[in-house]
Nanobody, 121 residues
């Protein structure tokens, strides 16, 4: 079994910053890609940023230059530093990881429970 636990969400004023963390634990052999998605009320879930084990990153156009994704492979943890936050960044943010488990030796997608980010104007 693999668990992803997120932390760091909250309420911030426009222009402020937040840092999200997501730690993976459990029966983990290796983790390839890790990423952050978000879902605003009434909208579909969208990719915010992703990072593969080697460090290459990918960002949604709407967050380029403001958000930075990073990971600590030794801790199986991914971070999302969010700066210059805007009201339109308000959403539930979900952590995602492509994990190969020890138990099954197969890679599967895992999701965290989500953390609310609210940006006030």
């Amino acid at each position: 079994q693999v668990q992803l636990v997120e932390s760091g969400g909250g309420l911030v004023q426009a222009g402020g910053s937040l840092r999200l963390s997501c730690a993976a634990s459990g029966s983990i052999l290796s983790i390839n890609a890790m990423g952050w998605y978000r879902q605003a009320s009434g909208k579909q879930r969208e990719l915010v940023a992703a990072i593969i084990r080697g460090g290459s990153t990918n960002y949604a156009d709407s967050v380029k230059g403001r958000f930075t994704i990073s990971r600590d492979n030794a801790k199986n943890t991914v971070y999302l530093q969010m700066n210059s936050l805007k009201p339109e960044d308000t959403a539930v943010y979900y952590c995602n990881a492509d994990v190969r488990s020890i138990a099954t030796m197969m890679a599967s997608d895992y999701w965290g429970q989500g953390t609310q980010v609210t940006v006030s104007s």
